[in-house]
């Protein structure tokens, strides 16, 4: 860790309010933790409901020069952005790694991924369209016009603490918008660190303010009921989306939500085993299973169930568990002990009805907050496990016999932002990718997301797309103009 001390003594930790750092009005600050030893790395400044008024104010003052700057000119700044963390990925990989915890070749790869968004919505920033059409009456021309729609609110998790972030800023600034981001409690500093950079590349001050705070509820609520704000967009549980749709519905906030999932992974018995492992791996011990889009549900063809389940088994057992900066590393610690607890507390509790543990199964002692790559089976229906989100590293395999019956217990959720299914067969790659109810699917992939593609879910996994070309949408609104002929 030392080695980490001239990062993290040089990483800002004020509050990013109007082109500067300042302290909290509150003059409290709090801690930042490395959940691979349990220690403290720094403090940050607690964002208070007046720092969040003085940021909202600020995001209001400029957006209207904001949104009157070229599109060249917004693109530019984006893309210098994308360059200058590209300059620094190194120091934004290891930051990742401090405050979340994944290993670094992860974290590296979060960093080209979250910078990704910065370059692609620099290139849709010119190219926010329109149209014009002649009135079907004869009697005049409509003319459908963009234009931003204002201060936006952005909130994000922890579990990408940079890609969260970009997935929204770069598409709010290419149209125009001021943003506020309200980063996750456990991982702010590597936001703080970005909102540096944007000031490099040339934001003006008051485009992009960055507020930690310990009191989420109070920030978020005061700046949902101020009339300034007029957009909303927020990653996190389902839970608490489900609060901020309600806390929307004052202003009728345009709101975007891009919630939790309970993925299934579908191996089909004419799939290519190894590959279908690979992609095993990838989908569900990838960000030590704490994804939106992870793997919660690995429903295997029982005639090939006991071959895979060995394969993942031992490719499991090449893991090597331990903080994510050290060599070799390729699971590291899960965000937090609350986190920890509630992977442990599933994995007991479908254990006490009955399932197997094949490998792994329990919490690693010592410090920090790691949990051991585990594959469970024989789990019994009706399992907590099984309807929620572990968001830990561990693979819960269920079998099946005929199409029909997978796809229907693939779409028996609440959710639907991810699913994957391995198989050789096209006619059944296209049948069963229409028949699965969720907003994304991969075909003999474990990885989908790619800044270039709309993601997002439906069901209770949420509302609206970011990246894609649609990703901009969601901060546009779009007016009507009623000329006459
Ligand atoms: P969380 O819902 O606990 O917190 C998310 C954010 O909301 C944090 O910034 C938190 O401080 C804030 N928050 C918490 N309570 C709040 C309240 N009452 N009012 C306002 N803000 C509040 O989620 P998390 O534990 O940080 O992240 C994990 C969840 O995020 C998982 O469910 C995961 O599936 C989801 N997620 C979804 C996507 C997606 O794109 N669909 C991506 C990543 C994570």
Known sequence: MTGF????????????????????????RFDIVNPATGTVLTTVANGSVADARHALASAAEVQPAWAATAPRERSEILRRAWELVMERSEEFAQLITL????????????????????????????????????????????????????????????NFPLAMGTRKIGPALAAGCTII????????????????VFAEAGLPRGVLSVLPTLDAPDVVGTLMKDR??????????????????????????????????????IVFDDADIEDAVDGAMAAK?????????????????????EEFTRALCDRIAATTVGPGYEDDVTLGPLINAKQRN?????????????????????????????????????????????SEEIFGPVAVITGFDTEAEVVASANDTDYGLAAYFYTQNLDRASRVARALEFGMVGVN?????????????????????????EGIEEYLNTKYIALTP
């Open 99 to 158: 405050e979340m915890g994944k290993p670094l070749a992860e974290s590296r790869g979060e960093v080209v991924y979250g910078a990704e968004f910065l370059r692609w919505f620099a290139e849709e920033a010119v190219r926010i369209g329109g149209r014009t059409a002649t009135a079907p009456s004869g009697n005049g021309h409509i003319a459908v016009i963009k234009e931003p729609a204002g201060p936006a609110l952005a909130i994000t998790p922890w």
């Open 181 to 196: 981001v309200k980063p996750a409690e456990d991982t702010p500093l590597t936001m703080l660190l970005l909102a540096h």
């Open 285 to 305: 011990m990838r960000n030590g299973g704490e994804a939106c889009t992870a793997a919660n549900r690995l429903l295997v063809h029982n005639s090939i169930r």
């Open 445 to 469: 992939r474990g990885i989908i997301s790619d800044p270039a593609a709309p993601f997002g879910g439906i069901k209770q996994s949420g509302l609206g797309s970011e990246g894609g070309s």
């Open 342 to 386: 509630a992977v442990a507390a599933l994995v007991d509790e479908a254990v006490a009805a009955g399932a197997r543990v094949r490998t792994g199964g329990t919490p690693i002692d010592g410090p920090g907050y790691f949990y051991q790559p585990t594959v469970i089976d024989n789990v019994p229906a009706g399992a907590r496990i099984l």
């Open 5 to 28: 001390s001239s990062l993290l003594a040089a990483v800002p930790t004020g509050l990013w309010i109007d082109g500067t750092t300042r302290e909290s009005c509150s003059g409290r």
């Open 228 to 265: 300034r704000l007029r957009k909303v967009s927020f990653t996190g549980s389902t839970a608490v989306g489900k609060k901020i749709i309600e806390q929307s519905a004052d202003q009728i906030l345009k709101s975007s939500m891009e919630l939790g999932g309970n993925a299934p992974f």
